[in-house]
């Protein structure tokens, strides 16, 4: 059986669901939303800048192995501000409330080049996240529409990056 809890006006990505069965999950506007005992919370979570438009937006999260302890949320998204571009940030969950996220907590973990240094694509941007059990992440990056940087090996598009929750390689 299907159930609509709630109806959307923008494309979600990144559905995470936590221990205490609260659904989280981003929109390509850049805003995180939470669905608590099967009804979708009134004021978001959290609102990142995100550009969006073809693949943009955010286009991935993940909830920490350890979210119950440490309330960590990765999430890789398109930013929109004076220099567009790809970025992994860590936010921090309010461990009260357990569904916001703190204000000014936004960490980043992984900036990408700005987009308009590479012809500003829209597309094949990636976002698939997942997490070691040691704790290391791992990012796919899409080609952004340069196919022969996958090849590439000192460029970071078309790659899967395995990174340090600190940001560290």
């Known amino acids: 059986e299907t159930v609509i809890v709630a109806e959307q006006p923008f494309p979600l990505s990144g559905i995470q669901i936590d221990q205490t ?3 989280w999950f981003g929109m390509v506007n850049g805003d995180i939303g939470v669905i608590e005992n099967d009804v979708l919370l009134t004021s978001n979570a959290y609102s990142l800048a995100a550009r969006s438009g073809g693949d943009q937006g ?3 999260m ?3 192995r350890d979210f119950a302890t440490n309330g960590f949320l990765y999430v890789y998204y398109t930013a929109n501000d004076a220099n567009p571009n790809n970025k992994l940030v860590r936010l921090q969950v309010n461990l009260s409330t357990r569904n916001s ?4 907590s936004e960490v980043v973990i992984l900036d990408l080049p700005n987009l308009a240094s ?3 694509p829209t597309d094949r941007m990636g976002g698939s996240l997942r997490q070691f059990p040691d704790g290391t992440l791992l990012l796919g990056v899409g080609d952004h529409q340069i ?3 996958a090849q590439n090996l ?3 598009y078309g790659k899967l990056l395995r990174l340090n ?3 560290t390689p």
């Not at 996220?101 to 000014?104: D, E, L, P």
């Open 165 to 167: 929750p600190n940001g």
């Open 101 to 104: 996220i703190v204000a000014g």
């Open 21 to 23: 069965g609260r659904v």
């Open 62 to 64: 993940l909830l920490d």
């Open 147 to 149: 196919a022969a940087a």
């Open 154 to 156: 000192n460029e970071p």
């Open 118 to 120: 590479i012809g500003d």
């Open 58 to 60: 955010i286009l991935g």
